[in-house]
């Protein structure tokens, strides 16, 4: 019989799904972010009127309209915790006076209003409610733009995040739109070199085929920055031969691109014993790795620094641990036993990209819609209370 790995960053994961989300088995379901309007710029036009990173300055966002902030916003609303998780890593969270629920697993987001719906997407009463002066909306927040425009607000949108180089331009973008230039390009400094550290720690192993399946046979595909975190992370991901986005793949071919390993975002791995995941050589021999449902499913800088390592240490696992059972920490050092600690919460929105109440994307994705291809991904709604040591065990 040939060994089972079990290759896990230990998780506590409690999910509150809402319709089209995924289900328990697999991880949360990235909503894809609606595309960029016709005739709307590639990028961010940014006209600086003054100092490099100094006000009044102009930008241009994803629906073609020009910002312009006279000074630097005091008070910053956040439509989707990938925005939130970005000024948490440019040290601004103390600007930040409204979040959605799914950004909890900050340190401190508890403390900001809750402008979530209590349905889907944001309540905009609750959102002008936090009188800001800016809010940021990633791409799923894109149905409620203009409803938040026509209160009067102020709001930049962004465009889908499929990719970590975009994810970098978001982060510039945020930065350059607080007046914290400095700590933009430090955050991309740190992302973009765990990046080329998880490259160069798996550039010399053989690349495990993986795949990371959401509810009903969705899984993330080509042109989506999950795909870009599972590259760099040292792993070929099936699923994008197959289509872009978020495609809903039937068993057949699920059986066809027969991936060795599953990523997961809860430690059971359910879904390993479901078909046709359990006929798949992963089910076969319990490959899977447990990712941090919000890293793993919101575009920005953390989430790029935390799965991509996490990939590389399983692809290593996978390929030089010895015999017996193995245990790796958050640092990808090894022990011998389990080690634990605490996260706090975390969640997930969907609309530049990412998973959540559908203010990102595919996976924050910020997303509202996927479109054809992944219907029912506008919201994501998890709260992860996460157990934050990494958990690598080899078992026969």
Known sequence: MRTRYVIAMALLVTAALVGGV???????????????????????????????????????????????LDEAPERITTTNPSAAQTLWELGERDRVVGVTQYAAYLDGAGERTNVSAEGLGVSVERVVGTEPDLVLAPNASAGQVEALREQGLTVYHFPEATSIGAIAEKTETVGRLVGNCEAAAETNAEMNQAVADAENRTADLDRPNALYPLSSNFVAANNTFINSIMDAGGVNNVAAAEADGYPQLSDEVILQTDPDLILVTTPDAVVLGEEPYASTTAGVEGNYVVMNENYLNQPAPRSVIE?????????????TEGDGETATDGDGDTDDGETDGDDGESGTDGGDGSTGDGSDGAADGDNDSTGDSAPGFGVVAALVAAIAAALIARRP
Do not use: N, R
Not at 23 to 36: F, I, L, N, R, V
Not at 38 to 65: I, M, N, R
Not at 307 to 319: D, F, R
């Open 22 to 68: 995924a289900g328990p088995a697999a991880g949360a379901q990235p909503t894809t972010e609606s595309p960029t309007v016709e005739g709307a710029a590639d990028g961010p036009s940014v006209h600086q009127t003054d100092d490099a990173c100094g006000f009044p300055v102009e930008l241009t966002d994803a629906t073609g309209t020009t910002i312009t």
């Open 307 to 319: 799965s991509t390592t996490t990939l590389a240490t399983a692809v290593e696992e996978l390929q």
